[in-house]
């Protein structure tokens, strides 16, 4: 098949969270298919670029829109179709470099990665002929209406608020004209159908690098917790923020030389903050390698409460034997038996308790760890995921059935 990838940022070998997914999926697919890239990419990661593109037969990054004047800003709130959450990805140049790839080579299938991008393939007379794929890592509607629900009149609360204006019908128009949706967790593809049943839906999930996310022997662990985030995203800062105002307090209050670990990329000011004040939170910021803080880390927390899709750090956390406390919103698409596989717990008072108990009981953290480990190798290896993939394009483009369908 021929391939196309639209995708909001550039995905290559040392990004983390979605991004990460894309990489892979285009290296797994160009091993039998002829697969091109179409994405935004800032100048600071433009070095990377040669890590995704030498998989790729066309290979296209076009300059990330720059930020629109304030009066703009206003006027289209007001009077564009167009949603804010999609006029921040509009780009003339992004339809003029799709408009030539697709002239100068046909493709079988066009995959919009992240529903911003998802726009590019929307109507698109330039798209005649082949069939588009809009991959749903999260609804903004649906993430957008958690916000609103969870943050209510704070800044991020109104700010969602605005967001909403005229987002549910353009977004759930662009996902029926759509000849395919892809979604990473079964309840990320129900929520879709309880809005618009008549959409056609597969689920493809996220996936983890078994062999690279491994504990390598016997590690000096500290008293420590670590999250994981690229904190520009919203639910990610959120969590940050969340954890450690409900129930960090708890935590010390049972393990007082306990520390926590914010790892990712761009932390926000006021996560910044946070290490400034407290002493016994540390922000990394970016790192080349997010193993060494899993491997002295004793415990990943996952205390996500907006957003939607699937957390791949939470996949790299159970590839690596880690302990895990999380949410049931940040568990979505795992399928665990809560305690078994990993802690699930949505109260504050219950998460901050699990990790206490977690930091104090050392056979406890193994046992969950060894069973995270297994089911990460056993269903979430990359291939499992692209394998998938793979035989869904295929029907879709092809008309075959997938593998084990009636």
Sequence with gaps: MDILFLCKTLPHEKVIGGPI????????????????????????????????????????GVPMPGPRPAWRKARDFFLSPVPIYFLNARSPEMFAALREMVGRHRYDVAISEYSAVAQYLYRNPDLAGMKRVMSV????????????????????GLSALCNLKGLRRFEFDMYADADLLLTLTPEGKQELLEIRPDLRIEVVPHGVDVEHFCALGECEREQAVMFLGNYPHDPNRDAVLWFHGQMWPLVKKEVPEA????????????????????????????????????????????????????????LEAMSMGLPIVTTSLGAEGVEVRGGEEMIIADAPGEFAAAVARLLRDDGLCGRLGERARRLAEERFSWEKGVERLEDVLRE???????????
């Design 396 to 406: 879709l483009v092809e008309g075959k059935p997938r593998k084990g369908s009636p």
């Design 21 to 60: 997914l894309v990489y892979n999926r285009i290296r797994l697919l160009s091993r039998r298919h002829r697969v091109s890239l179409l994405c935004f990419v800032s100048e600071e990661e433009r070095r990377h670029e040669d890590t995704v593109s030498r998989f790729c037969l066309d290979y296209r």
């Design 259 to 314: 520390r926590f670990y914010v790892v990712g990329k761009d932390p926000t000011p006021d996560l910044l903050a946070l290490a400034r004040e407290d002493p016994s939170v540390v922000v990394t910021g970016t790192v080349e390698d997010v193993r060494p803080f899993f491997e002295r880390s004793k415990v990943f927390v996952n205390p996500v409460r907006i957003g939607g899709g699937f957390r791949g750090k939470l």
């Design 137 to 156: 890592h999260e609804c903004y509607f649906l993430a957008r209406r958690k916000a609103w629900r969870v943050q209510r009149f704070s800044r991020e």
